[in-house]
């Protein structure tokens, strides 16, 4: 089983859809939970993070992290197409490096 | 120009030849890595540094070999190319390991080996 597993989609919505990406994961250790955003052909940008259990919120953009679950969430709200890109979810434990998810391709159709 | 850059960003090369591949940032970050990117595995780290003259392994290390003489310049070398290397290769800086100190990432090297 991998440390973090994430469905590769690809999901394509209309616009102004409420959006919801998901990770899973295993190791018990992880802390901070972030969640990138990849455009095509560029490299991932950090889009928010957060500390152990709990919501962060950031304009429409709303990250949920169930410890007990070993499960992470990212809500996107009236999704736009300018939303469209590759969303990572990255977690890491203590000093060790990020582990990333595989990515979720997201479409937004206007 | 400030940030992360990687050069070349495109290249092709042939089965068992030397490619290096460059990294370069100017914030002055102690944390310095290479992943590379495939369909169907995500972003896979090869190596990482701590500082000058310190590196370690990540998950995919072999067939790669990287220094860092300053803190700078992070190259990633593939010493005898194969086709299993034609991949995006995205270095990354950051102030720490991890946290709430993000990755900076470059804009990526597409490499072909035939």
């Known amino acids: 089983q991998k440390e973090v597993e994430q469905d590769p989609g690809p999901l394509s919505v209309p616009e102004g859809a409420i959006v919801s990406l998901n990770c899973t994961y295993s190791?018990?250790?992880?802390?901070?939970f972030m969640w990138y955003r990849q455009y095509s052909r560029k490299g991932p940008e950090l889009l928010m993070y957060?500390?152990?259990?709990g919501n962060k919120e950031d304009g429409r953009f709303t990250a949920q992290v169930d410890k007990s679950s070993k499960y992470i969430s990212l809500f996107i709200r009236d999704s736009q197409p300018s939303d469209s890109a590759t969303y990572l979810c990255?977690?890491?434990?203590?000093?060790?490096?990020?582990?990333f998810g595989k990515g979720t391709r997201l479409s937004v159709i206007a | 120009d400030a940030g992360i850059t990687q050069s070349p960003r495109y290249k092709i090369t042939e089965t068992g030849r030397q490619v290096t591949l460059m990294c370069h940032q100017t914030?002055?970050?102690?944390?310095m890595f290479w992943y590379r990117q495939d369909l169907g595995h995500g972003l896979r780290l090869i190596y990482y540094?701590?500082?000058?003259?310190?590196?370690d392994k990540g998950e995919v290390p072999d067939g790669y070999v990287v220094s860092r003489s300053k803190t700078e310049n992070f190259p990633l070398t593939l010493e005898s190319a194969t086709r299993s290397q034609t991949s995006v290769y995205f270095c990354?800086?950051?102030?720490?390991?991890?946290?709430?100190?993000?990755?900076?990432f470059g804009p990526g090297t597409r490499l072909l080996v035939l």
């Open positions: 990354a800086s950051s102030p720490t390991s991890g946290g709430t100190e993000t990755q900076y």
């Open positions: 190791n018990s250790a992880f802390q901070y």
């Open positions: 957060t500390y152990s259990s």
């Open positions: 990255a977690m890491i434990a203590g000093n060790t490096p990020l582990v």
């Open positions: 914030w002055s970050h102690s944390y």
């Open positions: 540094s701590a500082a000058a003259d310190i590196t």
